[in-house]
Structure formats: structure tokens, C-alpha cells
């Protein structure tokens, strides 16, 4: 088999690789995209909540609070820019009782550190004069919050990247890989789109496959322990009273579960937390337990009493590939500094993936300048 040659390769097409894949390109990258599946953006990028996240919970220096704050003032440029579904809804974080009205202030201390802006602590009744059909104690008014068409958005990363020069080959799995001499990468390339390839740069945004994949290049260090946390959602069969998204304060290790919307109105609650004991992504299930129900009822009438279990629908779900051993990881965005060559991992990638997408892009073409 032929060898080719290809300058940067980014491996995974999801909404992180296909930014990526734009920044190389604009700063006149030759860039190859590599995707195991037939279409992009299939897995993660395609089964979360869609919302543009304002950068409120994430320790303050962190990957994420730093990419997610700078990402969501990109986005809404690109968005605007070119046309991609997006609204500025924003959202209210709800408290349901003492204890959690205590905590929205040392919430809206960490959100303000990490640089958002417009904050605004409400009262019980000012939080239902926005929203009549709650009942709750207090709430955080966070009107950054947005939502986005997620598929629109990655058709428009594509479209700017291959504008720019850089090509989209589906159904490519990279199945091994070594460092070569010069500080590059061979790479053995499986599936329709077979071949071997020899890259002077590779970037691994895989999502729920950094992991494994890392293992198979040779010449690497080790990747961290993941863990995979599986988040359901069910739909409302019904038109929602609300205009914003609602968020409960955030307990055991995820936001809890919350009200979206989409683009049309239809409301959608979750994503639960259910931690896979395994960390294979081949073994996921993405079906939806309608046993959930009543979980989901029970958490929902906490902030909307009205809310009939029956109204609820088993939707989707999607898994966040954490990385092990914390409660609130952070990104894991390896470079040069800590890789023999040119090459950029990605841990750990998820919420807020979708909304820091174009800042880790900028981030990451950085590190290869």
C-alpha cells in the first residue's frame, strides 16, 4: 500500500475537530480530517443539550472555565456571522430550598471571577415574574446562556475548513500508529477509506475514543484513566411555559436536571448522571430506560409542580467522556511540550465542548504555529 503524506491530521470530526480543522486551515495548514464514521459529528457533538454555556461553574483557570468564556463570545460571532440557528435565551439557575438559595451567591462569586457577566441574584417572586410557572425560593438570572444548532454549526466549521483547503475523509479508522524519526507520525488508516499516511502533525479530538486511540500510536505517553457518564433525556410532549432554560443548583457531580429548548420551543429535560462501569465506548448503550420517568418527573417537580410524569417521553441520550478520578474534571489538552513531535491530545472533552470549541481551535492551532 501506498504511502501518502499529509501535513496536519486531525483525527475525529465532531464540532472540537472540525474547529480545529478550521483554525489550521486559516493559518494556511494543509489539513486532512479523519472520521471512523459515514457522516461527522455523530456521537457526542450530535447527542447533548445544544445549550451555549455561560462559564459559571468551572474552577476559575481552568481549561474550562477559560475556553468556555472566550468559546461562547466566539460562537455567537460565528453564529451571527454566518448564519447558523442560534438564540440568546439565557437561563435561571433555581433554588428549592434554603440550602440551595445559600449556595447561589458563592455560584454567582465564581461565575464573576471567571469573567461573566450581567449576573443578577433574584428573589422568589422575581424569578416567577420571568417565569410564572415556577415556585421556587430564589434564583440566578444568567442571560449569556444561549442555545445552537449544533448540526448547523458543525456544517458551518466544515464548510469554512474545506474552503480553506482542508479535506473530510469518512469511514477512516485509524488503527495504529508510530513516531517516526523526524518527530512525525505514521499512521495505518482501516475501513473504506484505507491507506497508510505519513502526518507531520497529528491532532486526537476521537471524544470518547482519545483514549484507546492514544494507546495505538506508539511512541506516546500513556493516556489519563477515563470514565464514561451516560446522560438521558426525555422530551415534553406538550408546550413548556418557559421562554429560558432552567437549571437546580448543581449537585453530585453534574448540573442536574434541567429544562432546554430547542429552536422550536419543544422542551427536553436532562441529562441525568449514569456512570458506565466500563470505559469502552464500543460497549455503550444509547438506549433510554423509560424507568427513568419517574426520576425525572420527581427532580422536575421540584422547581415545576405542575409537571405530569406522563408528560414526559423517553428522547436520547449521549455519553461525556470524563477524565477519572474527579468530580469536576478538567479539559486535558496535550502538545508539543509534553509529546515527543508536533501532535496535540485531547482528553476529557465535554461539557462545555460544544460552547469552547472555537477557543480550543485557536488554542490548539497556537501550539502548532
Known amino acids: 500500500m501506498d504511502l501518502f503524506e499529509a501535513d496536519c491530521v486531525v483525527i475525529g470530526a465532531g464540532v472540537i475537530g472540525l474547529a480545529i480543522a478550521r483554525a489550521l486551515a486559516l493559518a494556511g495548514r494543509q489539513v486532512l480530517i479523519l472520521?471512523?464514521?459515514?457522516?461527522?459529528?455523530?456521537?457526542?457533538?450530535?447527542?447533548?443539550?445544544?445549550?451555549?454555556?455561560?462559564?459559571?461553574?468551572?474552577?476559575?483557570?481552568?481549561?474550562?472555565?477559560?475556553?468556555c468564556v472566550a468559546g461562547r463570545q466566539k460562537l455567537y460571532e460565528f453564529c451571527a456571522g454566518r448564519a447558523v440557528p442560534h438564540h440568546h435565551c439565557g437561563k435561571l439557575i433555581v433554588a428549592c430550598s434554603p440550602d440551595e438559595t445559600a449556595k447561589l451567591p458563592q455560584i454567582?462569586?465564581?461565575?464573576?471571577?471567571?469573567?461573566?457577566?450581567?449576573?443578577r441574584l433574584l428573589s422568589a417572586a422575581q424569578a416567577q415574574a420571568l417565569e410564572p410557572a415556577l415556585q421556587v425560593q430564589g434564583a440566578l438570572h444568567v442571560p449569556a446562556t444561549g442555545i445552537v444548532d449544533s448540526h448547523a454549526l458543525m456544517l458551518a466549521l466544515l464548510g469554512e475548513a474545506q474552503a480553506h483547503g482542508a479535506e473530510l475523509v469518512l469511514r477512516?479508522?485509524?488503527?495504529?500508529?508510530?513516531?517516526?524519526?523526524?518527530?512525525?507520525?505514521?499512521?495505518?488508516?482501516?475501513?473504506?477509506?484505507?491507506?497508510?499516511?505519513?502526518?507531520?502533525?497529528?491532532?486526537?479530538?476521537?471524544g470518547l475514543w482519545a483514549a484507546g486511540l492514544s494507546q495505538r500510536l506508539d511512541g506516546l505517553p500513556p493516556p489519563p484513566n477515563m470514565a464514561l457518564v451516560k446522560g438521558n433525556y426525555f422530551t415534553l410532549a406538550r408546550k413548556a411555559p418557559f421562554s429560558r432554560l432552567i437549571y437546580p443548583v448543581p449537585q453530585d457531580g453534574g448540573l442536574g436536571v434541567h429544562l432546554t429548548l430547542d429552536l422550536a420551543g419543544q422542551a427536553r429535560f436532562g441529562p441525568d448522571t449514569e456512570w458506565l462501569g466500563h470505559s469502552d465506548p464500543a460497549q455503550i448503550d444509547y438506549q433510554v430506560d423509560a424507568a427513568r420517568r419517574e426520576g425525572f418527573a420527581q427532580a422536575i417537580q421540584s422547581y415545576w409542580p405542575d409537571l405530569n410524569?406522563?408528560?414526559?417521553?423517553?428522547?436520547?441520550?449521549?455519553?461525556?467522556?470524563?477524565?477519572?478520578?474527579?468530580?469536576?474534571?478538567?479539559?486535558?489538552?496535550?502538545?508539543?511540550?509534553?509529546?515527543?513531535?508536533?501532535?496535540?491530545?485531547?482528553?476529557?472533552?465535554?461539557?462545555?465542548?460544544?460552547?469552547s470549541a472555537l477557543s480550543v481551535a485557536d488554542h490548539v492551532a497556537q501550539l502548532l504555529a
Open 35 to 67: 472520521e471512523k464514521n459515514a457522516g461527522f459529528g455523530e456521537e457526542t457533538s450530535a447527542r447533548n443539550s445544544e445549550v451555549i454555556h455561560a462559564g459559571i461553574y468551572y474552577p476559575p483557570g481552568s481549561f474550562k472555565a477559560r475556553h
Open 108 to 119: 454567582a462569586k465564581r461565575a464573576a471571577e471567571n469573567g461573566v457577566e450581567d449576573l
Open 172 to 206: 477512516a479508522q485509524v488503527t495504529s500508529g508510530r513516531l517516526t524519526d523526524h518527530g512525525g507520525m505514521d499512521l495505518e488508516i482501516a475501513g473504506q477509506s484505507a491507506m497508510r499516511l505519513r502526518a507531520r502533525c497529528v491532532i486526537n479530538a476521537a
Open 309 to 355: 410524569a406522563d408528560d414526559l417521553a423517553p428522547a436520547y441520550s449521549g455519553v461525556r467522556p470524563k477524565l477519572a478520578g474527579a468530580a469536576y474534571p478538567d479539559f486535558r489538552i496535550d502538545g508539543p511540550t509534553q509529546l515527543p513531535g508536533p501532535h496535540v491530545m485531547l482528553y476529557g472533552m465535554e461539557s462545555p465542548g460544544l460552547t
